[in-house]
C-alpha cells in the first residue's frame, strides 16, 4: 500500500486496538505459521516465481505493458502462464485474520516496504525479511500491527506467494488482451485461461481475455465457467463469466 491517507488510517485503527480487548484482537492474534524452507538457498519465494523470465519476474506492469507481441515474446508469455499452473506446489492457504481484517493492508505495507529494499522480489531471502522485520518490532518506530506483522512475518510472507501468483497471471493476460487481434491466440490461450479462472489464478483478466478473443471456443469456455452453483469456477468467477456473456450478447445486438 502506498496510499499516504490510507496508510494514516491503517495505523489510526490499530493504534485504538494497542490495549487488546479480547481473543479477537488482530494484535493478539497468533496465525501458526511456520517457516519454510528451499534446498536451493534462502528464498522465501517458490521456484516458480524466482525462475520466471524478465521481466514477469519483476513483477513490474510498467515494463510489461511496454513489451512487442513478437512470436517470441509470446510464447514467452504462454510458458510463464503454463509454469504457474502446472507448479507442484500447493497453493498456500494463507490464515484469515480476526475482524476487521486490517492486517492484511498491514502486510501489504510490509510487502511494499520490502520491494522498495528489494528490487527483483523474486530473488527476496529470508534475511533481507527479517532485517525488516526486526525494524517494525520496535515499538519506538511502528503502531501495533507492524509490531505483530514483525513478530509473526512468515503469516506476512505466506500472504505474498498467491498475490504473485495472481499478479504474474493477470499481469499477462491484460498484455494478451492489449494486442490489437487477441483471437489470433485462442489456439492456446481458451484453455489457459480457462485453466486459470477455474484455479482462481489472473481470473479476472483471464475471463477479459475470453470476451476480448470471441470465437466460439472462448464463448463455450465462458459458459462453462459462468454454471453455479455447482460449476468448476468459484461462484465470483462464474458471476463475472456470466457478467462477460451478457456484454457480448449486447454488443452483439448493438451491431
Same mark, same amino acid.
Given at each position: 500500500?502506498?496510499?499516504?491517507?490510507a496508510?494514516?488510517?491503517? =495505523?489510526?485503527?490499530a493504534?485504538?486496538?494497542?490495549?487488546?480487548?479480547?481473543?479477537?484482537?488482530? /494484535?493478539?492474534?497468533? !496465525?501458526q505459521?511456520?517457516?519454510?524452507?528451499? +534446498?536451493?538457498?534462502?528464498?522465501?519465494l !517458490?521456484p /516458480?516465481?524466482?525462475? &520466471? +523470465?524478465?521481466?514477469?519476474?519483476e513483477?513490474?506492469?510498467?515494463r %510489461?505493458?511496454?513489451? !512487442?507481441r513478437?512470436?517470441?515474446r509470446?510464447a514467452?508469455?504462454?510458458r510463464? &502462464?503454463?509454469?504457474?499452473l502446472?507448479?507442484?506446489?500447493?497453493? !498456500?492457504?494463507?490464515p484469515?485474520?480476526?475482524?476487521?481484517? $486490517?492486517l492484511?493492508?498491514?502486510?501489504?505495507?510490509?510487502?511494499e516496504? $520490502?520491494?522498495?529494499?528489494?528490487?527483483?522480489?523474486s530473488?527476496?531471502t529470508?534475511?533481507?525479511v527479517d532485517? &525488516?522485520?526486526s525494524?517494525?518490532?520496535?515499538?519506538?518506530?511502528a503502531?501495533?500491527?507492524?509490531?505483530?506483522?514483525g513478530?509473526?512475518?512468515?503469516?506476512?510472507?505466506?500472504?505474498?506467494?498467491?498475490?504473485?501468483?495472481?499478479?504474474?497471471?493477470?499481469s499477462?493476460?491484460h498484455?494478451?488482451t492489449l494486442? /490489437?487481434?487477441?483471437?489470433?491466440?485462442?489456439?492456446w490461450?481458451?484453455?489457459?485461461?480457462e485453466?486459470?479462472v %477455474?484455479e482462481? %489464478?489472473?481470473?479476472?483478466?483471464? %475471463?477479459?481475455?475470453?470476451g476480448?478473443?470471441?470465437?466460439a471456443?472462448?464463448?463455450?469456455?465462458?459458459?462453462? $465457467?459462468?454454471v453455479?452453483?455447482? =460449476?468448476?469456477a468459484t461462484?465470483?468467477?462464474?458471476?463475472?463469466?456470466?457478467?462477460?456473456?451478457?456484454?457480448?450478447?449486447?454488443?452483439g445486438?448493438?451491431?
Amino acid at each position: 500500500m502506498t496510499d499516504d491517507k490510507a496508510e494514516r488510517d491503517v =495505523g489510526r485503527a490499530a493504534a485504538m486496538t494497542e490495549s487488546g480487548t479480547g481473543p479477537d484482537d488482530e /494484535t493478539a492474534w497468533d !496465525p501458526q505459521v511456520e517457516r519454510w524452507r528451499y +534446498p536451493d538457498g534462502d528464498f522465501v519465494l !517458490p521456484p /516458480t516465481l524466482r525462475c &520466471l +523470465p524478465q521481466p514477469w519476474d519483476e513483477f513490474d506492469w510498467t515494463r %510489461i505493458a511496454g513489451l !512487442p507481441r513478437t512470436d517470441e515474446r509470446v510464447a514467452q508469455a504462454r510458458r510463464v &502462464l503454463s509454469a504457474l499452473l502446472d507448479d507442484r506446489e500447493p497453493a !498456500p492457504r494463507v490464515p484469515q485474520p480476526p475482524s476487521p481484517g $486490517l492486517l492484511w493492508q498491514v502486510w501489504e505495507q510490509f510487502h511494499e516496504a $520490502l520491494s522498495q529494499r528489494v528490487p527483483r522480489l523474486s530473488h527476496v531471502t529470508w534475511a533481507d525479511v527479517d532485517a &525488516l522485520a526486526s525494524e517494525w518490532r520496535d515499538p519506538e518506530r511502528a503502531y501495533p500491527l507492524q509490531r505483530h506483522v514483525g513478530r509473526h512475518v512468515d503469516v506476512a510472507m505466506l500472504a505474498l506467494i498467491p498475490r504473485l501468483r495472481d499478479d504474474v497471471a493477470d499481469s499477462v493476460f491484460h498484455w494478451l488482451t492489449l494486442d /490489437t487481434d487477441p483471437g489470433r491466440f485462442a489456439d492456446w490461450a481458451v484453455s489457459l485461461a480457462e485453466r486459470c479462472v %477455474i484455479e482462481d %489464478i489472473g481470473a479476472d483478466s483471464a %475471463i477479459e481475455l475470453l470476451g476480448a478473443m470471441g470465437g466460439a471456443e472462448s464463448r463455450a469456455a465462458l459458459e462453462r $465457467l459462468a454454471v453455479k452453483p455447482d =460449476g468448476p469456477a468459484t461462484w465470483d468467477n462464474a458471476e463475472a463469466a456470466q457478467s462477460m456473456l451478457f456484454e457480448l450478447g449486447t454488443e452483439g445486438m448493438d451491431s
